[in-house]
Protein backbone atom coordinates (compact mmCIF):
# COMPACT_ATOMS: atom_id res chain seq x y z
CA UNK A 1 0.00 0.00 0.00
CA UNK A 2 0.86 3.65 -0.53
CA UNK A 3 1.94 6.06 2.05
CA UNK A 4 -1.12 7.42 3.58
CA UNK A 5 -0.35 10.69 1.87
CA UNK A 6 -0.51 9.45 -1.69
CA UNK A 7 -2.93 6.69 -3.52
CA UNK A 8 -2.22 4.52 -6.84
CA UNK A 9 -3.37 7.82 -8.38
CA UNK A 10 -0.58 9.87 -7.26
CA UNK A 11 1.69 7.05 -8.68
CA UNK A 12 0.51 6.64 -11.91
CA UNK A 13 0.28 10.43 -12.65
CA UNK A 14 3.67 10.57 -11.47
CA UNK A 15 4.62 7.70 -13.92
CA UNK A 16 2.62 9.10 -16.81
CA UNK A 17 3.38 13.13 -16.32
CA UNK A 18 6.51 13.14 -14.47
CA UNK A 19 5.46 15.27 -11.73
CA UNK A 20 2.25 14.94 -9.40
CA UNK A 21 1.44 17.03 -6.31
CA UNK A 22 2.04 15.84 -3.20
CA UNK A 23 0.15 17.90 -0.38
CA UNK A 24 1.56 17.78 3.16
CA UNK A 25 4.90 16.57 2.31
CA UNK A 26 6.80 18.83 4.15
CA UNK A 27 3.46 20.34 6.41
CA UNK A 28 5.51 19.25 9.82
CA UNK A 29 9.05 20.31 8.89
CA UNK A 30 8.06 23.82 7.02
CA UNK A 31 9.60 25.62 10.35
CA UNK A 32 12.68 23.43 10.51
CA UNK A 33 13.39 23.88 6.95
CA UNK A 34 12.99 27.88 7.24
CA UNK A 35 15.41 28.08 9.71
CA UNK A 36 18.11 25.70 7.16
CA UNK A 37 17.04 28.26 4.70
CA UNK A 38 18.21 31.57 7.08
CA UNK A 39 21.17 29.50 8.13
CA UNK A 40 22.19 28.42 4.77
CA UNK A 41 21.57 32.17 3.50
CA UNK A 42 23.90 33.75 6.25
CA UNK A 43 26.33 31.19 5.83
CA UNK A 44 26.42 30.11 2.12
CA UNK A 45 28.45 27.23 0.80
CA UNK A 46 30.97 27.42 -2.29
CA UNK A 47 28.30 26.56 -4.79
CA UNK A 48 25.81 29.81 -3.76
CA UNK A 49 25.07 32.55 -6.35
CA UNK A 50 22.74 35.31 -6.45
CA UNK A 51 21.96 34.69 -10.23
CA UNK A 52 22.57 38.66 -10.64
CA UNK A 53 22.01 39.15 -14.53
CA UNK A 54 21.97 42.90 -16.02
CA UNK A 55 18.62 44.58 -16.24
CA UNK A 56 17.00 42.27 -13.61
CA UNK A 57 15.71 43.37 -10.62
CA UNK A 58 15.54 41.72 -6.76
CA UNK A 59 17.50 38.64 -5.20
CA UNK A 60 17.77 34.97 -6.69
CA UNK A 61 19.81 33.27 -4.23
CA UNK A 62 20.56 29.37 -4.69
CA UNK A 63 22.61 27.23 -3.18
CA UNK A 64 22.92 23.28 -3.04
CA UNK A 65 25.24 20.10 -1.40
CA UNK A 66 24.30 22.05 2.40
CA UNK A 67 22.58 18.81 4.24
CA UNK A 68 25.54 17.52 5.57
CA UNK A 69 26.42 20.85 7.35
CA UNK A 70 22.55 22.25 8.09
CA UNK A 71 21.27 20.38 10.23
CA UNK A 72 18.16 21.16 9.71
CA UNK A 73 18.20 19.78 6.77
CA UNK A 74 19.64 16.35 7.67
CA UNK A 75 16.66 16.43 10.36
CA UNK A 76 13.96 17.42 7.80
CA UNK A 77 14.99 14.66 5.75
CA UNK A 78 15.28 11.53 8.40
CA UNK A 79 11.83 12.75 10.30
CA UNK A 80 9.54 13.41 6.84
CA UNK A 81 7.88 10.69 4.76
CA UNK A 82 10.07 11.67 2.09
CA UNK A 83 11.80 8.35 1.42
CA UNK A 84 8.68 6.15 1.75
CA UNK A 85 6.80 8.27 -0.61
CA UNK A 86 10.11 8.57 -3.03
CA UNK A 87 10.30 4.62 -3.01
CA UNK A 88 6.07 4.64 -3.81
CA UNK A 89 6.17 7.02 -7.01
CA UNK A 90 9.72 5.84 -8.55
CA UNK A 91 8.60 2.24 -7.71
CA UNK A 92 11.69 1.65 -6.15
CA UNK A 93 12.98 -0.58 -3.11
CA UNK A 94 15.63 1.74 -2.54
CA UNK A 95 15.47 5.24 -1.97
CA UNK A 96 19.34 7.46 -2.26
CA UNK A 97 20.52 10.73 -1.47
CA UNK A 98 21.48 12.94 -3.83
CA UNK A 99 21.37 16.34 -2.72
CA UNK A 100 19.39 19.30 -1.43
CA UNK A 101 18.82 23.05 -3.02
CA UNK A 102 17.12 25.73 -1.75
CA UNK A 103 15.85 28.40 -3.82
CA UNK A 104 14.98 31.78 -2.67
CA UNK A 105 13.26 34.70 -4.57
CA UNK A 106 13.04 38.12 -2.89
CA UNK A 107 9.86 40.12 -3.54
CA UNK A 108 10.29 41.89 -6.54
CA UNK A 109 12.64 39.20 -8.04
CA UNK A 110 12.20 39.66 -11.54
CA UNK A 111 14.51 36.84 -12.75
CA UNK A 112 12.06 33.45 -13.94
CA UNK A 113 14.01 30.23 -13.49
CA UNK A 114 14.81 29.37 -16.87
CA UNK A 115 13.10 26.08 -18.44
CA UNK A 116 15.41 23.35 -17.85
CA UNK A 117 15.72 19.22 -17.08
CA UNK A 118 17.35 18.56 -14.03
CA UNK A 119 19.01 15.37 -15.45
CA UNK A 120 21.21 16.81 -18.00
CA UNK A 121 23.20 18.57 -15.75
CA UNK A 122 23.68 15.39 -13.00
CA UNK A 123 26.05 12.58 -13.45
CA UNK A 124 23.24 10.27 -13.21
CA UNK A 125 21.03 8.35 -15.93
CA UNK A 126 18.01 6.24 -14.93
CA UNK A 127 13.99 6.62 -15.10
CA UNK A 128 13.96 6.27 -11.16
CA UNK A 129 14.96 9.66 -10.11
CA UNK A 130 13.05 12.07 -7.93
CA UNK A 131 13.10 15.93 -7.09
CA UNK A 132 10.83 17.30 -4.32
CA UNK A 133 10.05 21.08 -5.14
CA UNK A 134 8.30 22.38 -1.79
CA UNK A 135 7.81 25.96 -1.21
CA UNK A 136 8.59 27.94 2.44
CA UNK A 137 5.73 30.32 1.99
CA UNK A 138 2.07 30.20 0.25
CA UNK A 139 3.07 30.32 -4.00
CA UNK A 140 0.80 31.79 -6.76
CA UNK A 141 2.50 32.78 -9.64
CA UNK A 142 6.21 31.92 -8.39
CA UNK A 143 4.93 28.25 -8.32
CA UNK A 144 7.06 25.25 -10.32
CA UNK A 145 5.15 24.68 -13.84
CA UNK A 146 6.68 21.05 -15.57
CA UNK A 147 5.62 19.76 -18.89
CA UNK A 148 3.78 16.82 -19.02
CA UNK A 149 5.63 13.77 -20.48
CA UNK A 150 9.02 15.68 -21.25
CA UNK A 151 10.46 12.91 -18.86
CA UNK A 152 10.23 10.38 -21.90
CA UNK A 153 11.61 12.57 -24.62
CA UNK A 154 13.67 10.81 -26.61
CA UNK A 155 16.29 13.61 -26.28
CA UNK A 156 17.59 15.59 -23.07
CA UNK A 157 17.47 19.44 -23.03
CA UNK A 158 21.11 21.06 -24.19
CA UNK A 159 21.43 22.51 -20.04
CA UNK A 160 22.39 26.26 -19.58
CA UNK A 161 24.06 27.87 -17.49
CA UNK A 162 20.71 30.36 -16.11
CA UNK A 163 22.38 34.02 -16.16
CA UNK A 164 24.72 33.81 -19.17
CA UNK A 165 22.50 31.38 -20.88
CA UNK A 166 25.11 29.38 -22.71
CA UNK A 167 25.29 25.94 -23.03
CA UNK A 168 26.79 24.06 -20.07
CA UNK A 169 28.67 21.65 -22.35
CA UNK A 170 29.50 21.70 -26.13
CA UNK A 171 26.39 20.28 -27.68
CA UNK A 172 27.16 17.74 -30.71
CA UNK A 173 23.90 16.77 -31.63
CA UNK A 174 23.40 14.55 -27.85
CA UNK A 175 20.73 17.74 -26.75
CA UNK A 176 17.92 19.20 -27.89
CA UNK A 177 17.83 23.33 -27.52
CA UNK A 178 15.53 24.31 -24.61
CA UNK A 179 11.71 24.20 -26.16
CA UNK A 180 9.38 27.51 -25.40
CA UNK A 181 6.36 25.18 -24.05
CA UNK A 182 3.85 27.94 -23.59
CA UNK A 183 4.81 29.33 -27.04
CA UNK A 184 4.87 25.61 -28.68
CA UNK A 185 1.23 24.46 -26.92
CA UNK A 186 3.04 22.00 -24.31
CA UNK A 187 1.03 20.69 -21.17
CA UNK A 188 2.40 22.66 -18.42
CA UNK A 189 1.33 21.50 -14.99
CA UNK A 190 1.16 24.37 -12.06
CA UNK A 191 -0.02 24.20 -9.09
CA UNK A 192 -0.94 26.79 -6.09
CA UNK A 193 0.47 25.78 -3.19
CA UNK A 194 1.08 26.19 0.56
CA UNK A 195 4.08 25.73 2.63
CA UNK A 196 4.91 21.90 2.63
CA UNK A 197 3.22 20.40 -0.32
CA UNK A 198 5.46 19.33 -2.57
CA UNK A 199 6.06 18.75 -6.33
CA UNK A 200 7.53 15.42 -6.88
CA UNK A 201 8.96 15.03 -10.70
CA UNK A 202 11.73 13.11 -12.79
CA UNK A 203 15.22 14.14 -13.17
CA UNK A 204 14.22 14.41 -17.02
CA UNK A 205 10.83 16.89 -16.32
CA UNK A 206 11.35 20.12 -18.54
CA UNK A 207 10.65 22.66 -15.68
CA UNK A 208 10.83 26.40 -14.60
CA UNK A 209 9.13 28.53 -12.27
CA UNK A 210 8.07 32.53 -12.92
CA UNK A 211 9.53 35.61 -11.44
CA UNK A 212 8.37 36.39 -7.94
CA UNK A 213 6.62 40.14 -8.47
CA UNK A 214 4.46 39.65 -5.27
CA UNK A 215 5.70 41.92 -2.26
CA UNK A 216 6.23 38.72 -0.09
CA UNK A 217 9.30 36.22 -0.32
CA UNK A 218 9.33 32.85 -2.12
CA UNK A 219 12.18 30.47 -0.79
CA UNK A 220 12.00 26.52 -1.59
CA UNK A 221 13.58 23.86 -0.80
CA UNK A 222 14.53 20.98 -2.89
CA UNK A 223 15.54 17.59 -2.39
CA UNK A 224 16.59 15.31 -5.58
CA UNK A 225 16.58 11.56 -4.90
CA UNK A 226 17.33 8.17 -6.64
CA UNK A 227 16.17 4.87 -7.24
CA UNK A 228 17.29 1.20 -8.21
CA UNK A 229 18.39 2.02 -11.88
CA UNK A 230 19.88 5.06 -11.39
CA UNK A 231 23.58 4.65 -12.31
CA UNK A 232 26.86 6.87 -12.73
CA UNK A 233 26.84 8.69 -16.27
CA UNK A 234 30.22 10.42 -18.02
CA UNK A 235 28.95 13.79 -19.05
CA UNK A 236 30.45 15.82 -21.91
CA UNK A 237 32.09 18.48 -19.41
CA UNK A 238 31.96 18.80 -15.65
CA UNK A 239 28.60 18.40 -14.06
CA UNK A 240 26.43 20.12 -11.39
CA UNK A 241 26.76 19.26 -8.91
CA UNK A 242 30.34 18.58 -9.61
CA UNK A 243 31.54 16.39 -6.65
CA UNK A 244 35.22 16.33 -7.13
CA UNK A 245 37.35 13.55 -6.68
CA UNK A 246 34.08 11.12 -6.42
CA UNK A 247 35.90 7.89 -8.47
CA UNK A 248 32.85 6.61 -9.48
CA UNK A 249 32.95 5.00 -13.18
CA UNK A 250 30.24 5.04 -15.59
CA UNK A 251 27.56 2.11 -14.73
CA UNK A 252 28.49 2.32 -11.42
CA UNK A 253 25.67 2.76 -8.58
CA UNK A 254 26.44 5.83 -6.60
CA UNK A 255 28.80 5.60 -3.74
CA UNK A 256 26.92 5.24 -0.55
CA UNK A 257 29.21 6.60 1.40
CA UNK A 258 28.53 9.72 -0.42
CA UNK A 259 24.97 9.67 -1.21
CA UNK A 260 23.73 7.25 1.84
CA UNK A 261 20.84 4.79 1.48
CA UNK A 262 17.64 6.50 3.30
CA UNK A 263 15.49 3.68 2.47
CA UNK A 264 15.61 -0.03 1.24
CA UNK A 265 13.05 -2.18 1.22
Avoid at 213 to 237: K, M
Amino acid sequence: MPHPLITQDHIDQFQRDGVVLIRGLFADQVELLRDGVEANMAEPGPYASNNEKKGQTGRFFDDYCNWTRIPQFEEAIKHSPVADIAADLMQSKRVQMFHDHVLVKEPGTSMATPWHQDGPYYFVEGQQTISFWSPLDPVTDASLRCVAGSHRWEKEVLPTRWVSEEGFFADEGQYMSVPDPDAEGMTVKEWEMQPGDAVAFNYRTLHGARANTSRSRRRAFSLRLVGDDARYIERPGPTSPPYPGHEMTPGQILREDWFPVLLQR
